[in-house]
């Protein structure tokens, strides 16, 4: 029986590119509460003992950015020197500057060569969708997400004390190549912060028993199954100290773990009428419909944008040959029942909230908080129908 | 007949990501022209009047980064405050630490838990080649690739003289269902910083006549091909005063333009210990063997790291059901030929040089200059024979 093997990674929220993004969306959210209009592109790098906040932001909204990166920091854990980053003893430096009046006139409706509200640059995002999951996401990225936030729950409720907050988590997935699905896993790969007074020993049969089991379902794990712990031996220097973090660095982790194509365009910092983002969620409540209303078992689409215009220059829609209807009839079904212009995703998905928080760790699909609206299935139904399925 | 749409996008040297990817891959190539066994991982971020260097560099190099910036900077052709950005003016904050022990021990032949030289890092990388073009890259980034190198060459030897470096291009390419090969072009996309002396009208004439139709192929532009050119109707604020730049943030750009998944990993400012930039190398170079070796006509290669460890933790191929010989028997030939070890691959590809400034523009890969190894079809013969073809 023919098999083959396929990898996901996952990465907590104390990673250092984490870090940054949680702080590019934490201030994202706070100028969205003030002010639904504001145009923001916010982007952040942290560093040894270093905090740099820059990109273009245009708002009404009155905003300490200074205190917002301090209390993100905060709260992912980073309290203490002892950990390499203090939130209280970082340098803060915030260079931000306003959107560029080239770009805002190509994106402001009633002003550019296009009057409706233009995207707010060109570029090409996916949507995908699958049954290997109940949430319809791939399998391996799902439980590659589910493995680093168990090591922040038990971090933080104080059940593993020795636990830090930077962590790295992979999963190498069997796979049934007749029916596509996962079959076992074959290999997890789980890399941890920790106290300097835990040895390599007692910390690989913790992370095993405490965080990897109770996780991962027993079914897909067998005797042949490799746990490869804390592999260089030691990982008491980590975040930002043991590693520079970018916001828009870890775009394969916040989407399908490299299970579909990336158009390459970041997510977090980035106000919705920025395409990157907003046609990528959308991407994927088209997708996830269309598998929810069984139209296919897996489904992948390809938007593209020009800058300053509204409608989409391309809609393609892949099902890999598990589609029941033809492919031309789910790209016209697409077109029909979903307003793919910036103003008709923001409306649909109801976007200018400060909702961006909580995408900015453990995955933006395939999550089950309420925020996450393009995670609905509420298009199914009327997808079904008028499929005549 | 049935058709699909696929969209690839490109941007110039002067796009800010690009300078971000161009400085730190010139630091990069400062070093290892000094000292082959630096650890570097070198970030950078541009933004109005400001570079930011960071990240993570042991080395016995003696490098005065500040000046390297400055120089790409010049290079690139931001020379001039009326443009935005100026080499000489915009300032210059280092900020780098050293590799953290911790790492390097994993990292280091002969230290941590596997002696060998480990891999730098987790992760997951795509290796990809096809044949819809001569260099075996697919079409539309290929040629989005050449509309921009297109607009730095005529900008640099003053043909046009009021480009300026930023740029950005998107092909959306039809698509022959049964063959899977390209049919037409449906859309080309073109923005470019200009001069604030020329008009819009103007610029599109120039910009088709002289940019996009001496590159593109006539026989794949037709009647209906669209051309959006500068869709924002302005575009003179550009470069890092338009947008904020980083490293890393254009990976899409630097592979295969979506038409192949990504791990997520960046490149620039990376020395090869970095599975993240040496692996996805190695990847696409099996892959490109493997197409001309004609096994396939189109192969997606995935490898997966653990960090500390030499030996890949997965590796798996796709071939889209173009293969000659079966799958099982190309993962074989793989293992075979190729050490995917971080050591054979530095080796088989000669990747402890400084042949990194050229990469960080236009592309790493489907690229003729000499310095791109990985480029090379020295296998297929080899991978031919021992397949019995
Ligand atoms: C290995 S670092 C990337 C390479 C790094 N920039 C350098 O210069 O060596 C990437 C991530 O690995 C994790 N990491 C850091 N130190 C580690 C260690 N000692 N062992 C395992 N993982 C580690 C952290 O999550 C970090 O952000
Ligand atoms: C549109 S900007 C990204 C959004 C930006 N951060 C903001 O806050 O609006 C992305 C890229 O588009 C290009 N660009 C900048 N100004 C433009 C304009 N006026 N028209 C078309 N493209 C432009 C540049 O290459 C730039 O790096």
Redesign the pocket.
Known sequence: MSEYLFTSES?SEG??DKVADQISDAILDAILREDKHARVAAETLVNTGLVVLAGEITTAANVDYIKIARETVKRIGYDNADMGFDYRGCAVLVGYDKQSPDIAQGVNEGQGLDLDQGAGDQGLMFGYACDETPTLMPFPIYYAHRLVQRQAELRKDGRLPWLRP???SQITCVYDAETGLPKRIDTVVL?TQHAPDIDHKALTEAVIEDIVKPVLPPEMLTAETRFLI?P?G??V??GPQ???GLTGRKIIVDTYGGAAPHGGGAFSGKDPSKVDRSAAYAGRYVAKNIVAAGLARQCQIQVSYAIGVAQPTSISVDTFGTNKVPNELIVELVKRHFDLRPKGIIQQLDLLRPIYGKTAAYGHFGREEPEFTWERTDKAEALRADAGL
């Open positions: 990465v990673h250092p930077d962590a790295k890399s804390n260089t030691r990982f220097i980590g043991g590693d520079c």
